[in-house]
């Protein structure tokens, strides 16, 4: 059960924006739309902040949005503020002889 | 609000077996599958074990299949982690989170540590 690729790290300066992909295969992220992103600051539990590829929780900035082409999602922030310096983590639901969920290896964003 | 607590997490020594628990509240318990996720020290995410709302389903990833089991209870709004034969590549922290209908964790508890050593 291999994990969702993501670049280990990214960077940027306050107010520019960022985006963070995440590839997987047809059989999770380009087969449904149960792509979800989340952001974990160290210590701290992971929180949702996009699902269904490019829906937000009530309560997320709209600064965060996502979108998905093909077997590639991105999450993508605008307006970077210093508390957005985290990690984010991908997931997806996948089936292949089962159904299960797998996450991506997890984005440094570090804000300049 | 809705609230998920782990609890059980302890230092155990290789092959040997545990209990984690999650209790839930401020929400239809019943009406939602449930999962263990869990994240070793310095690492990412790593999806552990689902069960759906009724308990009738279940789901484990390759690396627990055959050693953990996932269960629930319903009428004390309960999951549970059974952890068998453990081994130090199971030293995480293990958070619960609640799976939406469309598949994503949208509520996570704090986390409960998961020590396997010798």
């Known amino acids: 059960q291999s994990a969702l690729t993501q670049p280990a790290s990214v960077s940027g300066s306050p107010g520019q924006s960022i985006t963070i992909t995440c590839t997987g295969t047809s059989s999770d992220i380009g087969g449904y739309n149960y792509v979800s992103w989340y952001q974990q600051h160290p210590g701290k539990a992971p929180k949702l902040m996009v699902h269904?590829?490019?829906r937000r929780p009530s309560g997320v900035s709209d600064r965060f949005s996502g979108s998905k082409s093909g077997t590639t999602a991105s999450l993508i922030i605008s307006g970077l503020q210093a508390d957005d310096e985290a990690v984010y983590y991908c997931?997806?639901?996948?089936?292949?002889?089962?159904?299960?969920?797998?996450f991506g290896g997890g984005t440094s964003l570090t804000v300049l | 609000e809705v609230q998920v607590l782990e609890s059980g997490g302890t230092l155990v020594q290789p092959g040997e077996s545990l209990r984690l628990s999650c209790a839930a509240s401020?929400?239809?318990?019943?009406?939602?599958?449930m999962t263990w996720v869990r994240q070793a020290p310095g690492k990412g995410l790593e999806w552990v074990s689902g069960i759906s709302a009724s308990g009738d389903r279940t789901y484990s990833a390759d690396s627990v299949n055959g050693r953990f089991i996932i269960s629930r209870d319903n009428s004390k709004n309960m999951v549970f982690l059974h952890m068998n034969s453990l081994r130090a590549d199971d030293t995480a922290v293990y958070y619960c989170a609640r799976v939406t209908p469309n598949n994503w964790f949208d509520a996570w508890g704090q986390g409960t540590p998961v020590t396997v050593s010798s």
């Open positions: 269904n590829v490019d």
């Open positions: 997931s997806s639901y996948r089936s292949t002889s089962t159904f299960y969920w797998v």
């Open positions: 401020g929400f239809a318990f019943n009406l939602f599958a």
